[in-house]
């Protein structure tokens, strides 16, 4: 698991990692979640999530938003929007989890 890996990683190349994922998640994200998150542009979203230091932080925090991000580049678009929403909702949708997990660990809403 990529999560495993980045632990013990420098930053750069963890820095590499998150960016690798945000390019992957953010043309989905503005695609198949219409709530007008980055204003439905591609290249927004991914500025704001390479922009996010969380995932990069070497703290619970940090792991904790490394894996909801790795989460939510691995959710289909059909559920995406679940998944984005899913911290509001019952706990069955795709990476409520690891955004409960970084809710909790990062003591603030999720970003992603």
Same mark, same amino acid.
């Given at each position: 698991?990529?999560? $495993?890996? !980045?632990?013990?990683?420098?930053? #750069?190349?963890?820095? $590499?990692?998150?960016?690798?994922? !945000? =390019?992957?998640?953010?043309?989905?994200?503005?695609?198949?979640?219409?709530?007008?998150?980055? =204003?439905?542009?591609? @290249? #927004? /979203?991914?500025?704001? !999530?390479?922009?996010?230091?969380?995932?990069?932080?070497?703290? =619970? /925090?940090?792991? @904790?938003?490394?894996?909801?991000?790795? !989460?939510?580049?691995?959710?289909?678009?059909? #559920?995406? @929007?679940?998944?984005? @929403?899913?911290?509001?909702?019952?706990?069955?949708?795709? /990476?409520?989890?690891?955004?409960?997990?970084?809710?909790?660990?990062?003591?603030?809403?999720?970003?992603?």
């Amino acid at each position: 698991m990529l999560l $495993a890996a !980045c632990r013990d990683q420098p930053l #750069e190349s963890r820095r $590499a990692d998150v960016e690798e994922l !945000c =390019a992957d998640y953010c043309p989905r994200r503005v695609t198949c979640v219409p709530d007008g998150y980055a =204003a439905g542009d591609p @290249a #927004e /979203c991914e500025r704001k !999530c390479r922009a996010d230091e969380r995932p990069l932080e070497d703290s =619970a /925090c940090g792991e @904790a938003s490394l894996a909801a991000l790795e !989460c939510l580049s691995a959710v289909a678009c059909d #559920e995406l @929007a679940a998944a984005v @929403a899913g911290i509001a909702g019952p706990g069955d949708s795709a /990476c409520f989890a690891e955004l409960r997990e970084q809710q909790d660990r990062c003591d603030l809403t999720p970003q992603y």
